[in-house]
């Protein structure tokens, strides 16, 4: 007789049984001589798949240390965090574009045609809407608060950008008037996009923050909590230039 059928149904119940109990009942098994021995000549093995076969096998999930987090709500996030690392990256080029002065400057020509100008303006209002939306079901707390950073430098610049018909919304993304975004002249352009410090270059710093660390989330997948959050802090003093 083997040792499934010496150990019966009815003694595989109680162990599992016993399993669910207190942990002093819990330690008792394990100082079991017997238990001991099927462990070790691994017919306790044989009596979890027979058990399991019998009451269904749990979901498998991926552990680290205490913490188990199944494996495609990491790949989720994973790829969350790439998406906002690609739309943090066109942001951060977009707003640069505007920024940049000189010869290559946008806002170069005083009395010139805005239409380049606004047409560019209004590539970055979509980059950034983006960046926001992909960002909302971040759970990765330095990306959001690097985001959350944006939005506040945006918040600075609330009565410049209304006065060329751009507002910030509830929801933190941008909205354009166009109308009253094309009628505005290349001088008010240019105050609020154009320079060092101005709207677009503080925005470019942010972004290229936000896409930094969106970077490194995506590409780690060990340092996961149980809830899908990121855990940063071994990270924390190398971001901690960027601050």
């Known amino acids: 007789m083997n040792s499934m059928t010496s ?45 399991y076969d019998k009451v269904g096998k749990p979901e498998r999930t991926e552990s680290k240390g205490k913490t188990n987090v199944k494996k495609t709500e990491v790949e989720d996030q994973k790829k969350l965090m790439s998406s906002i690392k690609t739309k943090a990256n066109e942001l951060t080029s977009s707003a640069a574009e505007l920024a940049t002065t000189g010869s290559k400057s946008l806002f170069k020509d005083k009395d010139g045609d805005t239409k380049e100008a606004v047409s560019k303006i209004e590539d970055f209002v979509e980059d950034y809407n983006n960046t926001i939306t992909a960002a909302k079901k971040s759970t990765d707390n330095r990306t959001n608060s690097r985001v959350s950073a944006m ?28 109308d009253k975004l094309g009628k505005a002249s290349m001088d008010d352009l240019k105050s609020v996009f154009n320079g060092v410090g101005s709207f677009a270059a503080t925005t470019a710093q942010r972004a290229a923050r936000v896409q930094a660390q969106a970077s490194l989330a995506s590409t780690t997948s060990s340092s996961y909590t149980a809830s899908g959050r990121y855990n940063t802090t071994n990270v924390q003093n190398y971001y901690s230039a960027f601050m």
Not at 12 to 32: A, N, R
Not at 38 to 44: E, L, R, T
Request: glycine share 10%; proline share 0%.
């Open 151 to 178: 939005v506040e430098n945006t918040e600075n610049y609330k009565s410049k950008l209304s006065t060329i018909g751009i507002s910030l919304k509830e929801d933190n993304t941008l909205s354009i008037d166009k």
């Open 7 to 51: 150990l019966g149904y009815d003694n595989m119940s109680m162990l599992f049984g016993s399993l669910s109990s207190s942990s002093q009942s819990t330690g008792s098994i394990y100082d079991s001589i017997g238990t001991y021995k099927s462990i070790k000549n691994g017919s306790y093995g044989k009596l979890l798949n027979a058990y």
